[in-house]
């Protein structure tokens, strides 16, 4: 604190020095001192004063680092105190801001990692800042388009309605403009003296999601209506007492029966698929003997194909798979039945399992009707088929290959497919090294084997 006090003794000294001098000595020589000692201190307010005013021309409050409080000049006395003061309040104002621009980086690094995009709009609806996620979500760029005016950068007439309206209870939903597969959820939320937070949301992935569930419900109802209305008809036909028609009776019950099977194997295929799809139905791991089960396969395929196709049986591995059997049994036999029921007459399959590049590899290799490039891609979604007609002639559900898809996934396995129309198909299923079992002590080995030959079919280019 300023000591007026004692600034005022040292006036009063200087007063009752003068009058001693003015007794004592002579009045001219008490006047000279007087005037000397307060020409001395005007001279050190004025300079001190200079120095103050200089240093305030140069200061920025923007830019204050530690180099800023050496420039504060230095003094003694009452100007001494006055810059003591300064050097502390500066100091305290630079840490003060230190903290504040921590917190605001902080800040800023937590809404920089937000996946939902948030901007700051004013009174009027423009831009005073967003984060990263908005500038992708809006193809924005903060830089340029700060003070910039919403609506003329997000230019859908449905958010700019939104924005007029005033109803914010509900977001809105857009498709990006520029990349139209994304779409958005926009919601604005007021706040504070009538800003407004605008959020953003991509949320093109549960939109893709609710597009299939919908696809699923009504694919399923379409594939039901059939079976259903063909077996209702009939049994009106049958109720009707006029009928006494045997043959018919017959073909109506052997239409019926076929359409049941449908139906259950439909429906079968349906559990198989949501208990496979369930993440809390963990995968019941047990040492499995693939020559066994692919032995048994072999035998349905024959049986399956009543020895329209010439098939082989390939064992080129003695090792065994940690997994579930039943999963397995149902996803590789997906994959033997589809070979027989997509490969003419007279055509030649291959059931395989070897390993390559330390992993195991089951495979299915048929010189069927093959599929064309486009539909690669589809195959596992859930009643995509290629040709709906022949997949229903010869039993198909449609649901095949997305449980082989699912079973893979759950065996950490990579489905790969290779094929090519009126050459054939391979499906293969790579299973990882920590699945093989090898050599297991107490497993029955197999002898590596081949049935009924080991003809190689040529490979698809
Ligand atoms: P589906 O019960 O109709 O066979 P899948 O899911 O098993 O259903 O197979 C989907 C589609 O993939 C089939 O409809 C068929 O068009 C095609 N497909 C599957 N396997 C083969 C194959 N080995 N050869 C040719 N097309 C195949």
């Not at 077996?231 to 006494?244: A, Q, R, S």
């Not at 396969?297 to 591995?317: G, R």
Request: hydrophobic share 40%.
């Amino acid at each position: 604190m300023f000591d007026l006090w004692q600034r005022l003794t040292g006036i009063f000294l200087l007063i009752v020095v003068t009058a001693v001098l003015w007794v004592a000595v002579d009045a001219v020589t008490a006047l000279l001192l007087f005037s000397f000692i307060l020409l001395g201190i005007t001279i050190h307010h004025t300079y001190c004063l200079a120095s103050l005013d200089r240093w305030f021309q140069r200061f920025d409050h923007t830019s204050i680092d530690p180099s800023t409080i050496s420039t504060i000049p230095s003094s003694f006395g009452p100007w001494g105190d006055v810059f003591i003061r300064l050097t502390r309040f500066i100091r305290r104002y630079y840490r003060s801001r230190q903290t504040l621009s921590k917190a605001l980086e902080r800040l800023q690094r937590a809404t920089s990692a937000m996946p939902e995009g948030i901007i700051i709009l004013d009174e009027a609806n423009r831009i005073e800042w967003c984060n990263p996620s908005a500038e992708q979500h809006l193809s924005l760029d903060l830089k340029l388009d700060v003070g910039q005016h919403v609506t003329h950068l997000v230019r859908q007439v449905q958010f700019v309605t939104y924005l007029t309206a005033g109803d914010y209870s509900k977001p809105l939903v857009i498709k990006q403009s520029r990349y139209e597969e994304m779409i958005l959820s926009l919601q604005l939320v007021p706040y504070g003296d009538k800003e407004k937070l605008l959020i953003s949301r991509d949320i093109t992935r549960f939109e893709k999601m609710e597009i299939m569930r919908r696809d699923f419900i009504a694919n399923v109802s379409h594939e039901l209506r059939t079976p259903l209305t063909i077996i209702g008809g009939f049994l009106e036909t049958l109720l009707d007492e006029e009928i006494k028609d045997s043959e018919m009776e017959k073909r109506a019950l052997t239409l019926m029966a076929d359409q049941a099977k449908r139906m259950q194997r439909l429906v079968e295929d349906l559990l198989t698929l949501s208990r496979l799809e369930n993440a809390q139905n963990i995968l019941h791991e047990e040492d499995i003997d693939i020559a066994e089960l692919l032995h048994s396969l072999f035998q349905e395929a024959q049986s399956l194909s009543a020895e329209h196709h010439h098939i082989t049986l390939n064992i080129l591995s003695d090792a065994h798979l940690l997994g579930s059997v039943d999963e397995l049994r149902s996803a590789l036999g997906n994959l033997v039945s589809n070979a027989v029921r997509y490969t003419p007459e007279g055509g030649e399959i291959s059931l395989n399992w070897t390993e390559e590049q330390d992993q195991g590899l089951f495979y299915v290799q048929d010189s069927g009707i093959g599929i064309g490039p486009e539909h690669i891609l589809r195959l596992t979604e859930r009643f995509y088929r290629v040709d709906r007609s022949r997949s229903r002639e010869t039993g198909g559900t449609g649901l095949g290959l997305a449980i082989v898809k699912h079973v893979s996934g759950r065996h950490q396995a990579r489905m790969e497919i290779v094929s090519e129309i009126e050459k054939g198909s391979i499906f293969k299923i790579w299973f990882p090294a920590k699945r093989l079992v090898k050599n297991k002590a107490g497993s029955t080995a197999h002898d590596i084997s081949s049935i009924p030959s080991n003809k190689t079919i040529p490979p698809i280019p």
